[in-house]
């Protein structure tokens, strides 16, 4: 079963541009590590702090390989320091998710 994770930021509105280069860098590092990124959601109007990325792993062992270069893999390590560098995050939370999806084979009641 896949897991999907939801990370809940909480960034520097004033360092946008280096949340964006930090987000690219991980959505590659997701990809690489044969997950699917689903995307960063970041604010669209007004003086906001919040955006969420989400992404997922064929199940929880896949994601624990996939955990197990930080710290280890320069491009993660790289990536990291984006985060440190600028400090364009000011919080995270991570949740881990089951998706429950609406099958597309079914009938569409309107």
Not at 28 to 48: C, I, N, Q
Not at 60 to 79: K, T
Request: glycine share 4%.
């Amino acid at each position: 079963m896949a897991t999907t994770f939801v990370i809940d930021y909480t960034i520097d509105p004033s360092k946008i541009d280096a949340f964006e280069e930090y987000a690219s860098e991980w959505m590659r590092l997701v990809e690489r590590e044969d997950g699917t990124h689903h995307g960063y959601f970041m604010p669209s109007e007004g003086a906001s702090d919040k955006a969420l990325a989400l992404f997922s792993f064929p199940s929880l062992s896949a994601y624990e390989q996939y955990r197990e270069n930080f710290g280890v893999d320069p491009d993660f390590i790289a990536a990291d320091r984006l985060r440190v560098d600028s400090g364009c995050v000011l919080r995270w939370e991570r949740t881990l998710m089951r998706p429950f999806l609406k099958e597309t084979s079914a009938p569409q009641a309107y």
